[in-house]
């Protein structure tokens, strides 16, 4: 079988660069695999076009590359979908794949793409492992996907896998360490991105923003009013501004979502096959739908419907497409603490700040803290000497206010910049104390922006 539906992916992409905010890294060059669908779109993995500057792509056997661009994409799952811009009618002479059912376990597959090695078509053959909930690379989210044990590299990401002649997901990662073990986006999280593309739904996967604790313990499970056959989850955590803030309470029970009963141990029966997490039924909705929750409330049944939101956590994970936001005042960088800010650290787990890992592993957002405003470099000048050692510390208060996120931040520096304040007093969460006199800091912005050539003192969005 040809294939001729795949079609190899070639892209020209500039990261942002956490270390310097105010500027990219250089361009660098990447290849995928993507496959032709109906309405001449191409759909391949969103981590193929992420912060893309320029895409090519070429179809099987044939010199020739078109100039395509993004028509949508959701990060969240690991999706993008292409147009091609020029030379029209590129793709006329090409089927369009039909995407298929939900594969069964030991069903055989096909992983067809461009992996590195060669210029032409590759296939490799499996079969269908494992179906349940996965931590998706890309987006650190845990979504539904399948396992095969076809080879699934470099070069092959974006590109479809078939079964039975049709696309039943699309490759996106592989487990590092071991042979043979690759996984793809499933059917039904593949159909809700692009039926969400066509009614003009916004790209991301909703979360319930709430963290849980397993109900394995008998004596726990009695202590929170869950008998008889009851089972569920308990909620210890819920994010401001989630899902379920304002209609969850802390200790609630949950025992169903979506109408599917949740198991002692967190786990649904998903599709009445497979047991896995109960956030698998995330995977297929949208941002401002409705969820039912049926919870034990002080050992209460009833049920209770929640508005889904985005996930917002404290600490944002790996973002795409968009620049980073920043604020240098008196020489001094400040910007939001990212998961992508943590990266800037080679093997980030373990040697970012102890602090700067807390907040990403434990940090719960409120009401009074949406993000963690972080000071990042010092540039040395006659207005910052002796605060050079307080770089890489989260912010503690700005003129004794608890910053509720970096747009805040700059605020409180405007308005006191505006009301002719005489001094700007900055904490960091160590103890650390930076006093600026406003008069100075404005006289002194172009010296410090000029030696250090920062083209300005803070990015559009802030």
């Excluded at 998903?270 to 050992?299: A, E």
């Excluded at 006191?416 to 406003?438: K, L, P, R, Y």
Aim: negative net charge.
């Amino acid at each position: 079988m040809a294939y001729p539906e795949v079609v190899r992916v070639f892209a020209t992409t500039q990261e942002p660069d956490y270390d310097s905010p105010w500027q990219t890294k250089s361009p660098s060059s990447s290849t995928g695999s993507g496959v032709v669908i109906a309405g001449g779109a191409i759909l391949t993995g969103a981590h193929v076009v992420a912060d893309a500057t320029f895409l090519q792509v070429q179809k099987p056997s044939h010199p020739d590359k078109a100039i395509a661009r993004v028509r949508a994409v959701c990060h969240d799952c690991d999706l993008a979908l292409l147009e091609v811009l020029e030379p029209a009618g590129f793709l006329d002479d090409v089927s369009p794949a039909e995407i298929g059912e939900m594969p069964r376990l030991r069903d055989q597959v096909a992983v067809v793409g461009y992996p590195v090695g060669g210029e032409e078509i590759s296939i490799t053959e499996g079969v269908v492992s494992r179906i349940e909930v996965q931590r998706y690379s890309h987006s650190q989210r845990h979504l539904l996907a399948v396992t095969v044990d076809a080879a699934i590299n470099a070069g092959n990401s974006g590109g479809p896998v078939f079964g039975s002649g049709k696309v039943v997901g699309i490759a996106f990662q592989k487990l590092t360490g071991v042979d043979n073990i690759g996984e793809m986006v499933p059917p039904p999280v593949i159909r809700a991105f692009l039926d969400g593309v066509a009614a003009g739904k916004k790209p991301e996967v909703p979360a319930l923003g709430i963290l849980t604790q397993n109900l394995e313990n008998p004596f726990l499970r009695r202590q929170l009013g869950v008998d008889g056959g009851a089972a569920g989850i308990v909620v210890v955590q819920i994010d401001h501004g989630g899902s379920c803030d304002g209609t969850l309470q802390l200790r609630d029970v949950i025992t169903h979502v979506a109408g599917l009963p949740i198991a002692n141990n967190g786990t649904v029966s998903w599709n009445g096959k497979h047991r896995t997490r109960y956030d698998v039924v995330l995977g297929t909705r949208y941002v401002g739908d409705t969820m039912r929750l049926g919870i034990l409330r002080g050992g209460r049944a009833q049920d209770v419907d929640v508005t889904l939101q985005p996930w917002r956590p404290l600490v944002p994970r790996s973002r795409y497409d968009q620049a980073p936001r920043y604020m240098v005042y008196g020489g001094l960088v400040f910007q939001t603490l990212t998961r992508d800010f943590l990266g800037t650290w080679d093997k980030w787990w373990n040697k970012a700040p102890k602090e700067f890992l807390n907040y990403y592993y434990l940090g719960v957002r409120s009401a009074e803290r949406e993000e963690i405003v972080i000071l990042t470099q010092i540039f040395a000048d006659e207005l910052n000497v002796g605060y050079a050692h307080l770089y890489n510390e989260a912010v503690g208060t700005v003129n004794g206010h608890t910053p509720r996120n970096l747009a805040d931040f700059v605020a409180h520096i405007e308005a006191a910049t505006a009301t002719g304040a005489g001094v700007i007093e900055i904490t960091t969460t160590s103890g650390g104390v930076i006093m600026f006199d406003v008069a100075e800091v404005a006289k002194a912005a172009p010296r410090i922006l000029d030696r250090y050539r920062i083209p300005r003192e803070r990015s559009p969005a802030v």
